[in-house]
Structures are given as structure tokens and as C-alpha cells.
């Protein structure tokens, strides 16, 4: 969906906005359920639907039903017909009701959207919920005070909860709370909270909240890239642990290709005008390039610290959409796709921000 009304926002050519439709109408069935919360998933013939039952019977992915928000908004704008962005930003409305503002549990109840799970992340399972927050309000014009105010009180909660500063250097690391205690491992997903982070900086009124948040997301973007720097291969692992004597080491010795540490790169060059951001950049393109690209297309790696490391023989579907977009707009002039006109969907697609919601 976001692919399509991406194309229809580039090009102005309806074929796309109606194929977006055609699309959605057919995802609305999954919205059909007593509390308004989507299901998992919906069989697109029939519009039947179902619960993943490896999270637990009862419970949905609070990235799953907070990453809808921008597409159904944009779509239900330019169609001028409400009810896609109703749906979608009803979500919001009941996970806003029936929990304490802050980070919410990764999984939700579906009958009424209360935390239901130990675990606590701005990473897989929560991350673009959280950033769907802010681009919601960046789309309709900063015009939905109630989902800023969800977004604040989501980014105060990891400043002071979720943040540790390593030792010997000092990176920030952004980590999750299991049963209230604090985990020691971050990954490459959570790298997108440095763009995150900086987004809702230069979008901010209060000077003290610009500082403070642009400094939060240049501390994120450099420990992601220090993981790529530290590597023998360039390459930074999927996953990895706080060691008191090197910050950290590898825990997942993958690469999957990510376009996470890219995108926050990306976002601190047009944010800063730095030019070791796209210094950063490079080197991981050449990283790519050297160890990821073959004859077909390119894989992730199964060991970064491996410099002859045998190939996953997977080109991730992100790859084309995330990561090589960020590496081309990194260093394309900074009107193209500007961040004050456009916001980008979880999958970079970008949307023309709404003038007159």
C-alpha cells in the first residue's frame, strides 16, 4: 500500500491511488472485530481473519496495528472519503485510553489494547508504532496535538528508561525492559530511533527539546555505525551486548542487509549538513558492495567478523525499498524529497505532507 501511494504521490497518476484502494478495501474485513484493533492477519479472498498464535492467544504486534496510520490517512485525504484513516487512527485512540502513556508492551490485548507482555522495546515488535506517532503529526500539518502528546511521553520514557551510556566510550545504547529490568542487548532495527529522534527534533518549538533530541538521535546514529566501523568486514552485526571493556560485542553475527543505521545517517546529514555523515554512508555502501553484492543481486552475510563469510543467499525485500533508497537521497541534493514537504512510510515511500487537513 505504501509502495503504491508512493508512486501516486511522485507521479500524480490515479492508476496507482486506485490500486492503493483496491488494496485497503480489501484489508478493511480485518478491521471487523469487537474492539476496532485489526486482526494478524486476513485471507484477501474472502476477508476472513485470523491471530498469530506464537504471540500469544488473545494478543497483537503493537508495530503491526501502529503502522497502518500514515497510509489509510494519506489515502482516505486524497480519495476525501474517511473512513480508511478512521479505522486506522482509531488504533491510536484505543491504546492511548487503556494504557499509561510511555513505551507500551510489545504485545497488546486485542479486546482492548492494554499491555499485555513483560516485554518493553522501541525495537522489533514496537518500533514504527512509535514512529508512525510522529509522522501521523508531521502528515496532518502538526495539527494532532493528542498523538504528539502520545510520541513525547513515548520519547521521555526512553530517555529515561531505556537509554545506557558503555563503557569505555561512552555510546548510547538503546535497550529493552523484560519484566521491568533492563536487558543489555540492542540491534540494527532500533537503529532507526537516531532518525527518529532527530525528526521530532527539528520539528519541535521548544529549543531545549530540539537540543536535547538531536543530540539523543547523533549519540544513536554514531553507536550504529561504530558497529559497522568495529567490523573486520564493515559490516555491523544483526544483534549485539554490552561488554564493559569494548561498549560491546557481536551477539547475532549476521548481516541482513538493514536499512536502519542508512536511514539515520541519511536523516543527520540533511538534519546537521555534516559531511561525516555521508563519509559514514559510503563506507557501508562500499562494505555492501565488497561483501554482500553477487551476480543476482546481493545477500546478507551469515559472520561480519568473518571476512570470507558464506553468504545468506537472501536479498530482504527492505533492501531495495530502505536501504539502497537512503544511500542514493544521502547524496542527492537536499531539495530532493525534502523533509519539511514529505514523510517517509516504515518502508521509505515517501508521502507529500497534507497542507489543509
Excluded at 253 to 259: D, S, V
Aim: net charge negative.
Amino acid at each position: 500500500v505504501g509502495g503504491l501511494l508512493g508512486a501516486y504521490d511522485l507521479t500524480k497518476d490515479n492508476l496507482f491511488l486506485e490500486k492503493a484502494k483496491a488494496l485497503v478495501d480489501r484489508l478493511l474485513p480485518a478491521f471487523n472485530t469487537d474492539s476496532g484493533l485489526p486482526a494478524s492477519k486476513i485471507n484477501l479472498a474472502t476477508g476472513g481473519y485470523i491471530y498469530l498464535s506464537w504471540i500469544g492467544f488473545g494478543n497483537l504486534i503493537l508495530s503491526e496495528v501502529g503502522s497502518l496510520q500514515l497510509e489509510f490517512s494519506y489515502l482516505s485525504h486524497h480519495l476525501r472519503d474517511p473512513v480508511y484513516g478512521d479505522k486506522a487512527l482509531k488504533v491510536f485512540e484505543i491504546i492511548n485510553n487503556a494504557n499509561p502513556k510511555g513505551v507500551y508492551s510489545a504485545f497488546i490485548n486485542m479486546t482492548d489494547g492494554r499491555n499485555n507482555a513483560p516485554l518493553k522495546t522501541i525495537s522489533s515488535f514496537g518500533d514504527s508504532f512509535y514512529e508512525y506517532l510522529l509522522k501521523v503529526w508531521l502528515l496532518f500539518g502538526k495539527t494532532k496535538d493528542w498523538i504528539m502528546d502520545m510520541y513525547i511521553a513515548a520519547t521521555n520514557d526512553v530517555i529515561e528508561n531505556y537509554l545506557y551510556k558503555s563503557t569505555p566510550n561512552s555510546l548510547t545504547m538503546v535497550l529493552e525492559r523484560n519484566h521491568g529490568q533492563l536487558t543489555n542487548k540492542m540491534d540494527q532495527m532500533v537503529c532507526f530511533a537516531g532518525a527518529m529522534f532527530g525528526l521530532g527534533a527539528i520539528n519541535s518549538n521548544d529549543i531545549d527539546f530540539q537540543k536535547k533530541h538531536l543530540d539523543i538521535a547523533q549519540e544513536i546514529t554514531k553507536t550504529c555505525y561504530e558497529t559497522h566501523r568495529r567490523s573486520i568486514t564493515g559490516l555491523g552485526p544483526e544483534a549485539w551486548v554490552i561488554n564493559e571493556e569494548s561498549d560491546f560485542v557481536p551477539h547475532n553475527f549476521g548481516y541482513l542487509l538493514r536499512p536502519e543505521p542508512i536511514e539515520s545517517i541519511f536523516y543527520m546529514w540533511r538534519l546537521t549538513n555534516d559531511t561525516k555523515y555521508r563519509e559514514w554512508g559510503w563506507e557501508i555502501f562500499k562494505a555492501i558492495e565488497k561483501h554482500c553484492r553477487t551476480e543476482s543481486g546481493y545477500n546478507g552475510v551469515k559472520d561480519i567478523t568473518n571476512p570470507n563469510t558464506e553468504k545468506d543467499d537472501v536479498q530482504q525485500s527492505w533492501f531495495l525499498a530502505e536501504t539502497l533508497k537512503y544511500l542514493y537521497l544521502l547524496f542527492c541534493p537536499n531539495d530532493i524529497i525534502p523533509l519539511d514537504k514529505y514523510v517517509f512510510t516504515t518502508e521509505a515511500h515517501p508521502l507529500s505532507i497534507i497542507d489543509n487537513p
